[in-house]
């Protein structure tokens, strides 16, 4: 097992186009998670699912952002509209839920840049 | 999730331990202490946690406090590849994480 894998590493998109980042978890694990990294500062917590199930989304989240999980497995974000103060890192992590020992492993990111 | 208090940044000699401590006052009786670490341009590294007991592993050892209001991880023999910015974290039992600041650590040759 290679670790958390994020697809595409780069993107650079003009405002107002969509885009959709790809997180493909550790295999065994069953929370996966988002954040969302600026420039000097630590990451932020935008949502997470236990299997496909969502279970918590931040405030951050606004309506033009979406996840998904199907199936339990690899997990999308996408951004609708995007906006220049969408760029930022992109960070997906998982864990296997389990009592005491539920440390998150974090992929390389996905780094936005909406000009 | 508690808050934690992280001085801003710290150095120290290569070779040394590296002693990062972590103030979180308003932890609560079910709530685990994780440290992470970050290198420029990459995703956060886990490095270890606890509940209550003193941990170590292949990383490091993180000491915690008898009324668990306070941490320290230590880096035994500190790297250059150790500068990073290390992360105090506390979270329950959905293991969110919360990320504050941080402390910049810079190991100098």
């Known amino acids: 097992d290679t670790g958390v894998s994020q697809d595409p590493r780069h993107k650079i998109t003009k405002r107002g186009q969509n885009v959709t980042f790809r997180c493909d978890p550790i295999?065994?694990?069953?929370?996966l998670y988002w954040y969302r990294q600026t420039l000097g500062q630590g990451p932020e917590f935008l949502t997470y699912?236990?299997?496909?199930?969502?279970?918590?989304k931040s405030r951050l989240l606004s309506d033009r952002f979406s996840a998904e999980r199907p199936k339990g497995s690899f997990s999308t974000l996408e951004i609708q509209r995007t906006e220049q103060g969408d760029s930022a890192m992109y960070l997906c992590?998982?864990?296997?839920?389990?009592?005491?020992?539920?440390?998150?492993?974090f992929g390389q990111g996905t780094r936005l840049t909406v000009v | 999730d508690a808050k934690t208090t992280q001085p801003t940044s710290m150095d120290c000699a290569e070779g040394r331990a590296a002693n990062l401590p972590c103030n979180h006052s308003?932890?609560?009786?079910?709530?685990?202490v994780y440290w992470y670490r970050q290198i420029h341009s990459q995703g956060p590294q886990y490095i270890i946690h606890?509940?209550?007991n003193n941990e170590t592993n292949e990383m490091a050892s993180l000491i915690i406090t008898e009324d668990r209001k306070s941490s320290t991880l230590i880096l035994p023999h500190a790297t250059l590849r150790d500068t990073a910015v290390y992360y105090c974290?506390?979270?329950?039992?959905?293991?969110?994480?919360?990320f504050g600041k941080g402390i910049t650590l810079s190991v100098r040759p």
């Open positions: 992590a998982s864990s296997l839920a389990a009592y005491g020992n539920t440390e998150a492993f």
């Open positions: 295999s065994e694990h069953n929370r």
């Open positions: 699912f236990q299997n496909e199930a969502q279970l918590e």
């Open positions: 308003t932890i609560s009786g079910n709530e685990y």
């Open positions: 606890g509940l209550k």
């Open positions: 974290i506390v979270t329950g039992a959905n293991s969110k994480l919360t």
